[in-house]
């Protein structure tokens, strides 16, 4: 009821992790039923080691949470010798998630994932907000798809791409990871935010802004995710503030062919066992399917004054 095609992936479930909130390794696996996850998608990994920012780096409010983590990592070699072993015996596909600085380290990462027998697909992370240096891909649709370009030459594996809700329209973002070669598209990463303590008059992170994520990016994800689906032949995969199975269902109707769960998962590390419950259960009392469901807004047509 629940399979999933991503491209090339076939998946057992739409639902997946969201980069950032399961870590590096399949660890967090255990608070989940494998027939329930679609595909690991694991913490950005980049070619050197990463400390991070300085503390404090998340802060809750309202409607999610704020996060300013800078990418911290122990570096590829750590990664390759120490978790890539475990990720082979995996039956769930695993998804690997690359960062760097240039060009020559995305196209370094994907290089180093392609040769891995555990890994599935390679997520390109070409969009977090937390890191001050290094050039922004996200903003810059030449830049985009120079980097995706030189990565795509050096793996068959599928290849996504991470896109930034931080830009005037998404769009010409996702023609351009297309046409340079993504295989998916991954819609979207965190919004740029700031939490303001009026006791110390200071920032309530470190860093000063930090990302946005959880149930009121969800709007603004649903949207973009719209956009980009309208645009491109590739698939939609849906990052944005979903943390129920009707949540899922509104980005699969908005055209996302599978949706990433991640803000959720930390108050509740089994949210994606829950929510694939949930969804059985909505599908077969509204006698439905993913497939029909997929793609099927109904814009409203302008109203004529």
Wanted: glycine fraction near 8%.
């Amino acid at each position: 009821m629940l399979q999933t095609r991503v491209g090339a992936l076939e998946l057992a479930s739409p639902l997946l992790t969201a980069s950032g909130t399961f870590g590096h390794d399949p660890a967090a696996l255990r608070f989940l039923k494998t027939e329930d996850l679609g595909a690991l998608v694991l913490k950005t990994v980049t070619p050197e080691p990463r400390h991070g920012n300085p503390a404090p780096r998340m802060a809750e409010f309202t409607g999610g949470v704020l996060n300013a983590i800078g990418l911290e990592n122990k570096g590829l070699a750590y990664w390759r010798d120490h978790v890539a072993p475990d990720l082979a015996a995996l039956t769930v596909p695993v998804v690997a998630n690359a960062g760097g600085h240039s060009v020559s380290d995305y196209v370094a990462m994907t290089e180093a994932f392609d040769a891995m027998a555990g890994v599935a697909a390679i997520e390109l992370n070409l969009s977090c907000p937390n890191v001050a240096d290094g050039i922004q891909f996200s903003t810059e649709v030449a830049a985009l798809k120079e980097v995706v370009a030189a990565c795509r030459k050096v793996t068959p594996k599928p290849l996504w791409v991470k896109l930034s809700p931080n830009v005037a329209s998404i769009v010409p973002f996702a023609k351009a990871a297309e046409s340079a070669g993504a295989d998916a598209l991954t819609v979207c990463n965190t919004l740029i935010g700031l939490l303001v303590d009026w006791k110390t008059q200071k920032p309530m992170i470190a860093n000063g802004t930090g990302g946005m994520s959880g149930p009121a990016v969800k709007p603004l994800a649903l949207r973009m995710v719209w956009d980009s689906a309208r645009a491109v032949s590739i698939p939609v995969v849906a990052s944005g503030g979903a943390s129920t199975a009707a949540d899922v269902l509104e980005f699969v109707v908005a055209g996302a062919t599978a949706v990433q769960i991640g803000t959720a998962s930390f108050r509740r590390p089994d949210a994606i066992s829950a929510i694939a419950l949930e969804l059985r259960e909505l599908l077969t009392e509204n006698s439905t399917s993913l497939e029909e469901l997929r793609a099927s807004l109904r814009w409203p047509h302008p109203v004529s004054c």
